[in-house]
Structures are given as structure tokens and as C-alpha cells.
């Protein structure tokens, strides 16, 4: 039988470097070790790297509260403040933040200074969006809605930058690029949409079109894993949504000749590399 494997499957390149520091942190005897905010949304990563010690902090209050350690910021990243907040305790920081999302940091940090008013396009309640939010000052808004938009307590003077969460569609950020700059204003626009949701989508119905079943892995909450299947399951009818090895029924892939495999942005890789196997050796 043959099997293949997206090359996209699972952890995009930001997560997987995030949580790969902070296995780092631990081969090297580092503590105590934090985390502000999980820095996976997955319940076994997160549960594994409790058992080694790391704990995660949920608030800046409790940030504010540190005596001493470690503080590994995930790859959605912070505001400025927090930066400063952990310098003025002491504390270590290892920064793992995605290297696409600081550059939007430093965009905004450098346009606000020049005198822009930063706009983001994104999610007003998305940490990556607030960590953005915390390198503009408060003249800084975010957007989500074309009512939002028309809400604005923009004046026709003010010059704009528009930034994007990375993780924002591509054509509602098109669509109200477009509304503003109907509205006439000088506006900078800086597309800082990420690509490796878009590929992983493409990637997943470019092979389940090629194959006999398709198998998409990643957790039942989980909103990328179930746009993931439905992608598929539009190229091919024998597409199986599983979060891990034991939810596959073995008859479902023993009788056919190929079958495809990918999984959602929170999928760790031996789950990947268990159903890789099994679905190889015993079917
Ligand atoms: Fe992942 Fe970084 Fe893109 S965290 S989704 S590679 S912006």
C-alpha cells in the first residue's frame, strides 16, 4: 500500500520552534521554568511538559509576582510591556516568538514612531493580536467587521499602517483593505498574513485527490483540523477524521491501495509518525 504523508502535517514552523525551546530549556537543567500562556493548544504537550516541571503562568499578575526563573513566551509573542515587566524582575526570558509575528511587532513598533496610526486586522481578543496591539500606543485599533470599520474614531488626517494577524483570511483582509481605502485615507498596507495554514489546506486536498482514503488527524475542537476535513472529505469520500491511532477503524483503510495522511496545526509528530506506521506495517 502506499502511503503519504504531508509534508505540512501538524506543527506549523513557529510552534514547533517554540515548544522545541522549551525542551531546551529543560535538557539543560534549567528552573523553574515557565510559560506564559500554554504554549501549545494541546493537553498532552502541555501535560508532558508539567510532568518536566514547567509550569504555566496565566496572567501578568502572576508574572509581576515572579521571584525568580525562567519565562519562555510563545510563538503568538507579547506586548512590549511584558518585556519590560520580566527585565525589571530579573527574570530570564527566552523568546519564542514566531520570527513572522515579531516582525509585525517591529513594523508597528517603527510606523507608530514615524507617526502612522496602526490598524490591525485580527481578532481584538487573539493573544497574537494583543501582543501586536502592545508595540503601537492607544491610538492603535483593531478591526474585524466592516461595521467596526465604519465605527472608527479615525479622522481624515490621520495617516494608516494596516497590519494582519497572521492567522486572519486572506480575503476579508483583501475585502477591508479595500473599504478603507475607499474611504480615502493614507493608508500603508503591510500583508502580514501567514502562509502555513494556506499551504497545509492546499497541500491536504492536492493529496487526498490523488489517493483511495484520507485520514486527517488532530483534535475534535480543534476549528484548522475540521476545515482540514472538510477540504478532504470534497476530494475524496473515504476521509477519516481521527485524534489519535485508536480511533481508526482498521477496515476503513485495510482493502485500499493508498492512502494519504495529514493533521491539524496542533498535532504533535509521534501521533503523526504512530498512525504513519501502523497504518503501514499492519493494513
Ligand atoms: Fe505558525 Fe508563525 Fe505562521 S506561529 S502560523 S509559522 S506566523
Known sequence: MEVIVAKTAGFCFGVKRAVEQVYEQIDAGVKPIYTFGPIIHNEEVVRDLEEKGVSVLHTEEELSNLQEGTVVIRSHGVGKHIYELLESRGIHVVDATCPFVKKIHRIVEKQNREGRRVIIIGDENHPEVQGIKGWGDDRTLVVKTEEQLNELPVSKDDKLCIVSQTTFNYNKFQDLVEKFSKK?????V?????NATQERQ???????????AMIVIGGKNSSNTQKLYEICHKECKNTYYIQTLGDLNPES??????????AGASTPN??????????????
Not at 255 to 262: D, E, L, N
Request: glycine share 6%; proline share 0%; with cysteine.
Open 184 to 188: 480615502g485615507y493614507d493608508i500603508l
Open 190 to 194: 503591510l500583508n502580514t498574513i501567514c
Open 202 to 212: 492546499v497541500e491536504a486536498g492536492r493529496i487526498a485527490s490523488q489517493v483511495d
Open 253 to 262: 483503510v485495510n482493502s485500499v491501495r493508498s492512502v494519504g495522511i495529514t
Open 270 to 283: 509521534y501521533i503523526i509518525e504512530e498512525v504513519h506506521t501502523n497504518v503501514r506495517v499492519k493494513f
